[in-house]
């Protein structure tokens, strides 16, 4: 008769996460040996048991050698976290595993790329949304409100006590750093390589249709081929750091994050059977082939 099956490595790794006391230590670790400076060193025995607040030495000790090698290591009588326990307290502090605040719909200076009209931002399900009140947007799932012009993860700590203007400026600020490192063939997550596609509505050769929630035309999905992470993207913006991109915003003073991306997806859009031709509201031409590379025609 079979037993149960074996446990996965990534099964006991997250097993010995599992107490109070233990991540009471590795938040004493991180706080002793992190905050201070990335390299700061290590921290006392005493220290770390005080901090967490247990008395019985041999209930802290059983606790702490459980976690010794996997997340702590020790250097003679001192401790300090290795990578991985560093990775763990971070997640931790970023809220996304256990928080799930809400942030209302507020009305920014910024325009929707579509219609023109003001756009509104609000934060909810860990993604923050960028919606335009006055047209149908370019997000057309259920999932979102009709109107959403773009929805992009991001931890609850980055919203906490931070008004919603400012969480709009650094969430299309941090995302346009993914899609640069991705248009540039690596994932900026696990450091594997990424798969540029410019998809086809049609699906002539029965391909799933990876555009199936977006109305707009000029995008292209960037996909890691080790984590799975797909991000959707205009081309030119995900190249704004490379020219012809860089020169043409740059030139015109066009500032990174969302009014680059809103920029280039107000632009007429050709598709071609091996890419797009995009032309500016000042007639200026940008081909971008199925490698992702830019060229300007005018």
């Not at 006392?44 to 901090?51: K, L, M």
């Not at 640069?180 to 990424?194: K, L, S």
């Not at 995900?238 to 997806?265: E, H, K, Q, S």
Request: proline share 6%; glycine share 8%.
């Amino acid at each position: 008769m079979d037993g149960p099956p074996a446990r996965s490595r990534d099964a006991l790794v997250f097993s010995v996460l599992d107490s109070e006391i233990r991540l009471a230590i590795l938040d004493a670790l991180y706080d002793r040996t992190v905050v201070p400076g990335p390299f700061s060193g290590e921290t006392s025995y005493s220290s770390i048991r005080e901090a967490v607040g247990i008395d019985d030495s041999g209930r802290f000790n059983y606790h702490l050698d459980r976690l010794t090698d996997e997340f702590v290591i020790k250097f003679g009588d001192a401790y300090r976290l290795t990578e991985r326990g560093r990775e763990i307290v971070r997640l931790r502090r970023t809220g996304t595993l256990t928080e799930d605040p809400r942030v209302a719909p507020k009305r920014i200076d910024s325009s929707c790329y579509l219609c023109g009209e003001r756009v509104e931002v609000f934060y909810a399900n860990g993604f923050v949304v960028t919606r335009c009140p006055s047209c149908s947007g370019a997000v057309d799932t259920e999932i979102f409100p009709t109107g959403t012009l773009s929805a992009l993860p991001y931890p609850p700590s980055g919203v906490d006590g931070i008004d919603i203007e400012t969480v709009f400026e650094r969430v299309h600020q941090r995302y346009m750093c993914v899609y640069r490192a991705m248009a540039r063939g690596f994932c900026p997550t696990c450091g594997h390589d990424v798969h540029v596609t410019l998809p086809r509505r049609e699906n002539a050769r029965g391909e799933p249709d990876l555009l199936r929630h977006v109305t707009h035309d000029g995008l292209v999905v960037l996909a890691c081929t080790h984590c799975g992470q797909h991000r959707v993207t205009n081309p030119l913006s995900a190249t704004d750091d490379r020219d012809p991109m860089a020169d043409y915003f740059i030139d015109r003073a066009v500032d990174p994050g969302w009014d680059r991306l809103a920029t280039a997806l107000s632009w007429d859009v050709d598709r071609r059977a091996d890419g797009m031709v995009f032309e500016t509201d000042d007639a200026v031409r940008f081909v971008v082939d199925e490698e992702l590379d830019v060229t300007r025609e005018s």
